[in-house]
């Protein structure tokens, strides 16, 4: 009879642990047809929700055109991930103003953001000063990582990414920046 309560108990604790990550973490799918700006937008939304911790982007589609809005500015307050099953397609349309902003919130620490399995295609810009990404950090602290895994970056003739941060203290020794198993064509 305690074997039968004790699993019974077991079982409930699994399935609130997986309610309690479910209502923490959002997993969204992208269509390619949603404009890539109010996709930002969305998410932008989504980060200001304070029971989320994290959100995951999955890209299930080929290609998705960057577009050239002053609105790519993602907020950054918690983990991103943006996933791709089939080396989904960041096209950037040649066009310097279609980079992808990073504003880290101040105060904000141990935030993560993934791209995997994402190729990001076709920037042009032939000054020092221009980019595809930008990152700005507003901590003091080294305590924020961004990672690439299994992306492609194709046709990118500027700076893939500028990081803007200054930092006062070191308080993790990993590294911020991570490109595993990345190809560069």
């Known amino acids: 009879m305690i074997n039968k309560k004790k699993n ?3 079982k409930l604790y699994i399935i609130l642990i997986c309610l309690i990550h479910e209502i923490y973490s959002i997993e969204i799918s992208v269509k390619s047809e949603k404009n ?3 996709v930002i937008d969305d998410l932008n939304s989504l980060l200001f929700n304070q029971d989320i911790n994290e959100i995951k982007l999955f890209f299930d589609d080929d290609n998705y055109k960057i ?3 002053s609105r790519n500015v993602i907020d950054v307050s918690k983990n991103i991930y943006f996933y791709s099953k089939n080396g989904t397609v960041f096209d950037f349309q040649n066009n310097f103003k279609n980079q992808i902003f990073f504003i880290y919130k101040p105060g904000v620490t141990d935030i993560k953001i993934v791209f995997k399995n994402i190729t990001f295609y076709n920037f042009t810009y032939r000054s020092y000063k221009e980019f ?3 990152f700005h950090i507003s901590n003091s602290d080294n305590n924020f990582q961004i ?3 299994n992306c492609t970056f194709m046709d990118i003739y500027s700076l893939l990414f500028y990081i803007q941060h200054s930092c006062y203290e070191s308080t993790t020794s990993l590294p911020q920046t991570i ?3 990345c190809k560069f064509m």
């Open 8 to 10: 019974v108990f077991m």
């Open 36 to 38: 890539i700006s109010d």
């Open 67 to 69: 577009s050239s809005s």
């Open 132 to 134: 595809l990404m930008m």
């Open 147 to 149: 990672e690439f895994d």
């Open 179 to 181: 490109f595993n198993n």
